[in-house]
């Protein structure tokens, strides 16, 4: 589990008796992923210094007085320029006062807090905190007249990441460990831990760094748009037991066409929003 929020906490006796006995034959060796960690090592994790990409991570905060951080977000390309994603548990359909600040780091918001004015998930984790759907978009509103994307740019989504059948692909992390007052990041390969979720080994991804993005780093002419849309995000940290049991392992739900079809859901909403003015401050 990486967030300690209230919400994330509600599990039902049944939900946790079938994870904690999958959890127990993952550990013992019982799947083909247990066969991979022995291969590709942990990956290390450290600081991350200030610079274009690590300024579309953030940190998600209860409200304006940045005193609590408790999950981790990014920037996703959008049309409207106003789109995070996250883990599905990290926000619930009324975002309250939560804020969105990119770059965040020892108590500063570098690039300005970000009024979160829409949730967009997956109504079957709605329901049941499917942990196969942990993924939401949210919408936040303009700050001084300008869009989240055109002051710190985005990473763009990438669903049917090609993992499996043997394949791996190499991704980066970023997220806020919820004691920490600045990013960590880590690289290394990612798996397919199930049909429907992805599994890395990455060390000190503990709690407050759910919903941090797994980024695939732009090669060749793609690279030539970094600052804005190059990079792909292929996950987020959620999924088993909301991003897994100890801090070394993480998970997340595979991005499929579900996540395609949620993410178009919140391009619509944010086009409502910005034609009623609703999103505006």
């Not at 006796?13 to 034959?25: G, H, K, P, Q, S």
């Not at 049917?160 to 791996?168: I, K, L």
């Not at 090669?219 to 940290?237: E, L, M, N, P």
Request: include cysteine.
């Amino acid at each position: 589990m990486r967030v300690l929020r209230p919400r994330a906490a509600a599990r039902s006796a049944a939900r946790w008796v079938v994870t904690v006995l999958a959890w127990l034959l993952v550990m013992a060796g019982g799947s083909a992923t247990a066969a991979v960690a022995a291969t590709q090592g942990p990956g290390s994790s450290g600081p991350v210094m200030p610079s274009a990409r690590s300024a579309r991570v953030g940190a998600l905060f209860d409200d304006s007085s940045m005193s609590y951080h408790y999950c981790s977000a990014s920037v996703v390309h959008s049309p409207g320029g106003d789109l995070i994603v996250t883990a599905a548990h990290c926000l619930s359909t009324d975002p309250g006062t939560t804020v969105f600040v990119p770059g965040y780091r020892d108590g500063t918001a570098p690039y300005g807090e970000w009024k979160v004015v829409d949730v967009v998930e997956d109504t079957r984790w709605t329901a049941d905190d499917d942990t196969d759907l942990d993924v939401a978009f949210a919408v936040v509103a303009p700050l001084h007249g300008r869009t989240l994307e055109q002051v710190v740019g985005a990473n763009r989504l990438e669903t049917d990441p090609d993992v499996g059948d043997g394949a791996s692909v190499a991704v980066t992390l970023t997220g806020y460990p919820q004691d920490k007052d600045a990013p960590i990041t880590c690289s290394n390969t990612a798996s397919r831990f199930a049909d429907t979720q992805l599994r890395v080994v990455c060390a000190d991804f503990t709690d407050g760094t759910s919903g941090s993005p797994w980024v695939v780093a732009a090669t060749g002419k793609a690279a030539d748009s970094v600052g804005r849309q190059g990079d792909a995000i292929v996950g987020v940290i959620g999924g088993f037991e909301q991003g897994g049991y100890t801090a070394g392992i993480s998970y997340s739900s595979y991005f499929d066409q579900d996540t395609l079809a949620l993410y178009q859901q919140a391009v619509r909403s944010a086009a409502r929003l910005g034609r009623s003015g609703s999103g505006r401050l």
